[in-house]
């Protein structure tokens, strides 16, 4: 059986490779056809292509002697375009699991058993420590999320700025087991305002909402996950004070 052929005008030159060539490339492969990729070597031939066919950008992508367009155009000609406005709980949960199995690496090797109480507490740590860090990547986007809902920060805006630092420095003292009975009390305080200004947002004031638990411009929306990093924060707040 003869494939179906597909050409790729692509720019490859020393100091520029295009991605999206490559990943036309690989969804071209994995729907089965046959690629015949061109590289575009210097300005001049690109410049020759694109007046050539009348196109402003490259990749192009032809099949069966018709042009497509670029990557985001084969996307669509395979029905494989989605949503980027979409909900998701994926940033979370990639969170979660990544936090989990080294915490269950800390208690093996440390501890030599993964259900330590040890395994407990780095895990808390490591993933109040995450999702500070995620936060910190870009502080004004977390920011301009934050302040839609908590509702400390709508008052003061000094707090969204500070919350990610001292979100990380409650994370860092649970594992480290320093300065625990101040991270305690700051786990508690931001915790609970947290967990209040979520509740209220969500189940009193019924408002569909953005999480910026994973940082600023993410999909992941404001609910029951949302909730978790903040009893999270209180419940480690309370065992660094009685444990």
Not at 8 to 16: A, E, Q
Request: proline share 2%; hydrophobic share 50%.
């Amino acid at each position: 059986m003869n494939k179906q052929k597909a050409i790729i005008y692509r720019m490859v030159t020393d100091k520029h490779i295009c991605p999206f060539g490559i990943k036309a490339k690989y969804l071209l492969k994995r729907k089965g056809y046959f690629v015949e990729d061109i590289h575009l070597k210097d300005r001049q031939q690109v410049d020759e292509f694109k007046n050539k066919y009348d196109v402003k950008t490259t990749p192009q992508i032809f099949i069966d002697g018709n042009r497509i367009g670029g990557y985001d155009d084969l996307v669509k000609f395979f029905g494989l375009v989605k949503d980027k406005q979409a909900k998701s709980y994926k940033p979370v949960i990639a969170v979660f699991a990544m936090t989990f199995l080294l915490a269950l690496a800390f208690g093996y090797f440390i501890a030599g058993n993964i259900f330590a109480l040890l395994t407990i507490k780095v895990f808390m740590g490591l993933s109040i420590a995450f999702l500070a860090m995620l936060k910190l990547q870009n502080l004004d986007s977390f920011v301009n999320q934050f302040i839609t809902y908590d509702l400390l920060a709508m008052r003061y805006l000094r707090y969204a700025y500070i919350y990610p630092f001292a979100e990380a420095f409650v994370g860092i003292s649970i594992i480290a087991a320093i300065f625990s009975y101040l991270a305690a009390l700051i786990a508690i305080i931001i915790g609970l305002i947290g967990a209040i200004s979520v509740f209220y947002a969500v189940y009193i004031q019924k408002r569909e909402l953005k999480c910026a638990c994973v940082g600023g411009n993410s999909n992941v929306p404001l609910g029951f996950l949302s909730l978790t990093e903040n009893i999270m924060m209180i419940a480690m707040g309370i065992w660094m004070i009685f444990m």
